[in-house]
């Protein structure tokens, strides 16, 4: 089963967030149940 589309803004919201927290990028996808490299390709395609 394929996960749902997650939209742009949402994704770079979630990226700042990330960024914002202090935390690693893997505690803070741990954190949030997001996968790595998941999360990885959203700030690939953010640039």
Same mark, same amino acid.
């Given at each position: 089963?394929?996960?749902? $589309?997650?939209?742009? +803004?949402? @994704?770079? @919201? =979630?990226? =700042? +967030? /990330?960024? @914002?927290? %202090?935390?690693? #990028?893997?505690?803070? /996808?741990? +954190?949030? #149940?997001?996968?790595? %490299? $998941? ?5 690939? /395609?953010?640039?």
């Amino acid at each position: 089963m394929r996960a749902k $589309t997650i939209p742009k +803004e949402k @994704q770079y @919201q =979630l990226v =700042l +967030e /990330c960024r @914002q927290s %202090g935390l690693s #990028d893997y505690s803070w /996808c741990l +954190e949030y #149940d997001i996968k790595l %490299g $998941t999360f990885y390709n959203w700030v690939k /395609c953010l640039r």
